[in-house]
């Protein structure tokens, strides 16, 4: 029986190739998407629980608020870990890590720059399951000055070398000694690293760290099994208290920590200073409801065209009935189709997978590089889509088709009902206005980052260059170097800065003049030589630049921006005081700055954040803050040929180090690549969603044609137009896909609201958005059904009576 | 086998009712090789799919052997349709994606025929029917008569008890009708039951029993 149903299914294919191949390649698309949004979710929600202790591995942050306002971070200080392991029995083990900027790494004559440097005590073998390929995890970093390199660093370095035993020069000044090497980091790791450096380095050459308000550090602990961290959390502030409750209510900052589950981090923790770019929970949401739903238009091509092509059915399940056979055999009969189909469909999205995770990959930044069949539930997973689809996509036209009663067959009086065409309309409804938010989700996207690239920052960022590392030098060679790049022809300005927008910064503790001592605010400070301003065209609204002539400036003068004036409540700024906690001074001394000039808001990051108040210095030695970047604006035009006499003053400069360097405007966008691939994202499932709805709207449209051919040439006959028939053809599709715009026009003003505010700065959601989206889907309607309804309207009508 | 009391059938059109049998009181037992005949319109295939249960009296008692037929759920009709009736009809309603051997077969998967012995009682039914040339052809390919005749053999090859043909020859030309005529009387010998609808005086003539229909009144019964 199962035989020669599969026979009759399969020629059933053979025989109406159009329809099957749209319902064929509806699914296929749809399952496509769902199989790779499918692989994206679960790699999202598989982070970090390889660690055989994932469950009982939790972040240390603080919580510091000053002033009334509240600051996050996932950061401690260097004592806190080892106080919690030492105060509390439940806290089995702890390990810190420290983030290493950008580091020259050199071996013998290959010097590379590495990235991916983290300091980390020994405990991290044991907390997280990093297993060592060489070398002994119970002491590979209890010393100062050793290393453990992932295998691919090792390579890279070492070739086919033992590593072992060997030396790493970190930035011209600490010689690491290997001590092991591990397995690459997962990707699905918050935090991943290439170069593990033991923290006892810096236990021991870095004091300063000892302090416990020095929070600069990350902290996890390994708590006992079955143990409530919020009960450890509640527990956290008396150690605070403890260890240095004092000094805080000196300066009126409260410190609070919490612990958060590893778990967890990747999808929900977005505070400043994470360890590298976390993922988001709202896009797994909203991936996975584009999933279904692609999935759900598919299946609903599916229905629409086999109860439009029931009638072609009719006969076969009124006979079949006449044989004896029972509803729910024709039932299953026809969900076997479904399922049939649902099977051919997802060895086609097998082939457009294989093709096109390439170019997923390149849209998402991210390689889907596992191979799927290697995943265990990879194949019981397609089996449950090919089950799932094909009962979604089977059960109504089977229950549908089933019902037609043999007697009615025979009469010859089976019109596809009126109810059933209105179903269909229901289901083209939902079909577009799903479609139709996405394309409205991907202008406003699009606009959106439009908006972003043409905003004026406050800075002019095109044609700047900018060195990193300047901290490595001292300051007369920073000032040597500076000089020698400005004398280049094609260089306009040269300017050393702290901080460059998009990187760096730092906030300290400031009290301007009219707050109380208590009132301490936590503002951004950024230290700028004489020419950073005028060389990055940021402006001033009062006051003057810093100068050199005028000795004071490098000692006690500040520049505000209007953020941070308007804070402070100041009409006039110029000539206030701002004061600061003294660092070398032991029994909290001040230190004054006088404000000597105001300066336009600018970007220093990007619009995602509100311009935050921004405290600028000259050089200043007592902040901690220090030089690290050199900005040079090029002229515009031959910038190569620039770009090779500074590499050139580099080499005379500095012959040890690659010259390494950055564009600003290309580094500042890099802020917005997460925001870009959503862009695309939704861009090509967008498109997708609609291919797959004209496809059903093609079917659609030809089936429609198909049955009004003899009263399509009676109106032609009596004198209808050919512009005429058109129109009465397309009117009805019109129709649906106008309403499935109304539908729609608020679910994505919804949604897309929701995504701007992520913003500080964005655009509105006008009408225009809404005009476009509605021109374009009846655009896509028209050459959809178009098509069908021209060929239709021209046909000779003498030949579509004849067949009667 | 087959006891009709009383049977009348209408449809309801607005609020009149428009009547297609009336009373109809009519009894056939097994081995009769029935003819209905009367004008068009008259009400024969209404009558037809009555006793063939693909349709339902308004009014009125039917016995099928020993059913109630008005009490049976669709499962137990499905069940006599198997087990005893074959229905041959005007336009032969062959199923268009299967083969003409595979057309005879359908009726068999639903009885649950073996493989083995469903695959000697399709060619025992070809032989027959001298058609086994014909057996990889679609219907299409088909000429109305070598249709009608592959419809014919699809009633009987589950051995039923009771043939039903409406009209069976109303789309041949005379010579093939002929030829059916001459199947249904040997199928009739050999003990099947036999009811077809007709208005040729001439296919009449084959049957052993007319029966008149006039405006849904049953007006003669010979
Ligand atoms: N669904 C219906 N509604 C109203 N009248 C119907 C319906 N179906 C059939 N009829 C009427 O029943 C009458 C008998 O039809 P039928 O049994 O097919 O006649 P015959 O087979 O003798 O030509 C016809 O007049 C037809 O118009
Ligand atoms: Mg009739």
């Known amino acids: 029986m199962l035989r020669n149903y599969l026979k009759f299914a399969l020629r059933n294919i053979k025989r109406n190739k159009g329809y099957s191949s749209i319902n064929i390649a509806g699914l296929a698309i749809g399952m496509a998407c769902c199989i790779l949004i499918t692989m994206w979710v679960l790699e999202e929600l598989s982070f970090d629980r390889y660690h055989e202790n994932a469950e009982r591995i939790y972040r240390v942050g603080h919580e510091l608020t000053i002033g009334g306002i509240s600051r996050t971070a996932p950061l401690v200080s260097l004592p806190m870990a080892p106080a919690m392991v030492s105060e509390y029995p439940e806290v089995v083990n702890a390990v810190r890590f420290s983030k290493s900027g950008r580091t020259s790494v050199r071996y013998g004559d290959k010097v590379f720059y590495e990235e991916g440097i983290l300091f980390a005590d020994n405990s991290v073998f044991d907390i997280f399951s990093f297993p060592l390929v060489e070398g002994d995890p119970g002491k590979a970093l209890t010393a100062p000055l050793t290393a453990v390199l992932c295998e691919t660093i090792a390579r890279k370095y070492f070739g086919d070398e033992n590593p072992i035993g060997k030396t790493l020069l970190c930035n011209d000044n600490r010689n690491f000694t290997i001590t092991g090497v591990v397995k690459d980091v997962p990707r699905n790791s918050h935090f991943t690293f290439d170069i593990l450096c033991s923290y006892e380095t810096l236990v021991k050459e870095e004091a300063w760290r000892s302090e416990w308000g020095n929070i600069v550090d990350y902290a996890y602990i390994l708590l006992e099994k079955n143990n409530d961290y919020r009960a450890l959390e509640a527990k956290l502030p008396a150690l605070i208290d403890k260890n240095f409750g004092e000094q805080l209510q000196q300066i009126g900052v409260s410190i609070k920590l919490f612990l958060q589950p590893l778990t967890s981090i990747h999808l929900n923790s977005h505070m400043m200073g994470e360890l590298a770019g976390n993922g988001n929970i709202d896009y797994v949401y909203l991936f996975s409801g584009i999933a279904v739903f692609i999935l759900l238009i598919a299946c609903v091509n599916f229905i629409n065209l086999a109860t439009a092509r029931a009638l072609g059915r009719a006969k076969e399940v009124g006979m079949r009935k006449t044989f004896g056979a029972v509803r729910s055999k024709l039932i299953r009969q026809f969900i076997g189709e479904s399922i049939l189909f649902s099977l051919l469909a997802v060895i086609l999205a097998l082939l457009l997978l294989e093709l096109f995770l390439p170019l997923f990959g390149s849209i998402t930044g991210r390689e889907l590089s596992v191979s799927f069949w290697q995943l265990p539930w990879f194949i019981p997973g397609l089996l449950v889509l090919v089950l799932l689809v094909g009962l979604a996509a089977g059960s109504y036209p089977a229950f549908y088709l089933s019902s037609f009663r043999p007697i009615k067959v025979l009469k010859g009086d089976l019109k596809s009902g009126r109810t059933n065409a209105r179903f269909r309309s229901v289901l083209v409804i939902f079909q577009f206005t799903f479609s139709i938010t996405l394309i409205a989700g991907t202008i406003i996207v699009y606009n959106q980052l439009n908006y972003v690239r043409s905003v004026d920052l406050g800075f002019q960022q095109e044609q700047v260059v900018v060195i990193p590392n300047m901290n490595r030098f001292r300051l007369s060679q920073q000032e040597s170097l500076k000089n020698e790049l400005s004398g280049l022809a094609g260089v306009v300005d040269v300017a050393l800065s702290s901080g460059v927008p998009g990187r760096g910064g730092s906030m300290q503790s400031f009290l301007p003049e009219g707050f109380s001592e208590d009132q301490s605010q936590l503002i951004a400070v950024m230290k700028i030589d004489e020419r950073y301003l005028p060389a990055m065209g940021i402006e001033l609204v009062s006051g003057r630049n810093f100068s050199k002539a005028i000795a004071t400036d490098s000692v006690e003068s500040v520049i505000i921006n209007e953020t941070a004036a308007a804070k402070f409540g100041w009409d006039e700024a110029i000539g206030k005081i701002i004061k600061q906690t003294n660092p070398e001074s032991e029994e909290g001394g001040y230190l004054s700055n006088t404000v000597i000039g105001v300066v336009k808001d600018f970007h220093l990051s990007s619009l995602h954040e509100p311009v935050e108040p921004l405290i600028i210095v000259n050089k200043y030695e007592p902040f901690l803050e220090t030089i690290r970047f050199l900005s040079i604006r090029l002229e515009p035009g031959n910038i190569r040929n620039t770009m090779d006499l500074i590499a050139n003053r580099w080499s005379n400069f500095n012959s040890n180090l690659p010259f390494d360097y950055f564009f600003l405007d290309e580094s500042f966008a890099k802020q917005y690549r997460h925001d870009e691939q959503l862009g695309n994202l939704v861009l090509s499932f967008s498109l997708l969603a609609v291919l797959i709805g004209c496809l059903g709207l093609l079917g659609l449209s030809s089936f429609t044609a198909e049955q009004r051919t003899r009263e399509i040439a009676v109106r032609k006959v009596l004198g209808a137009s050919i512009v005429g028939i058109v129109r009465l053809m397309l009117r009805e599709f019109i129709f649906l896909v106008l309403l499935a715009n109304v539908f729609a026009w608020p679910l994505a003003y919804l949604i897309m609201k929701r995504w701007l505010e992520s913003f500080a700065y964005h655009v509105d959601i006008g009408m225009g958005v809404f005009v476009l989206t509605a021109l374009i889907s009846m655009v896509i309607a028209v050459i959809t059904v178009g098509y069908q309804a021209v060929k239709t309207a021209i046909l000779n009508p003498v030949e579509a009576l004849r067949h009667e | ?222």
Request: charged share 25%; proline share 2%.
């Open chain 2, 1 to 222: 086998m087959i006891q009709l009391r009383n049977i009348t059938r209408y449809y309801a059109s607005g609020s009149l009712n428009t009547y297609v049998l009336r009373r109809i009181n009519l009894d056939i037992r097994e081995g009769e090789f029935v003819c209905v005949m009367g004008p068009s319109g008259a009400g024969k295939s209404t009558l037809l799919n009555i006793i063939g249960m693909l349709d339902d009296a308004s009014e009125g008692e039917y016995h099928f052997l020993d059913y109630n037929v008005h009490n049976l759920k669709e499962k137990q009709r499905s069940q006599l349709y198997k087990e005893y009736i074959g229905f041959v009809f005007q336009s032969y309603h062959l199923i268009d994606e299967l083969t003409v051997y595979e057309n005879l077969e359908t009726p068999l998967l639903y009885k649950k025929v073996k493989s083995s012995q469903r695959k000697s009682m399709v060619c025992d039914t070809l032989d027959r029917f001298q058609i086994v040339g014909k057996k990889d052809l679609f219907p299409s390919q088909l000429s109305g008569g070598q249709q009608q005749l592959v419809g014919i053999a699809r009633a009987i090859i589950a051995e039923p008890k009771l043939i039903l043909a409406d009209e069976p020859t109303g789309n041949l030309h005379s010579e093939e009708g002929k030829k059916i005529m001459e199947l249904f009387t040997r199928l009739n010998e050999e003990g099947v039951t036999i009811i077809q609808a007709t208005h040729s005086e001439q296919n009449a003539s084959y049957s052993k029993r007319i029966i008149y229909l006039k405006d849904g009144w049953l007006v003669d019964n010979l």
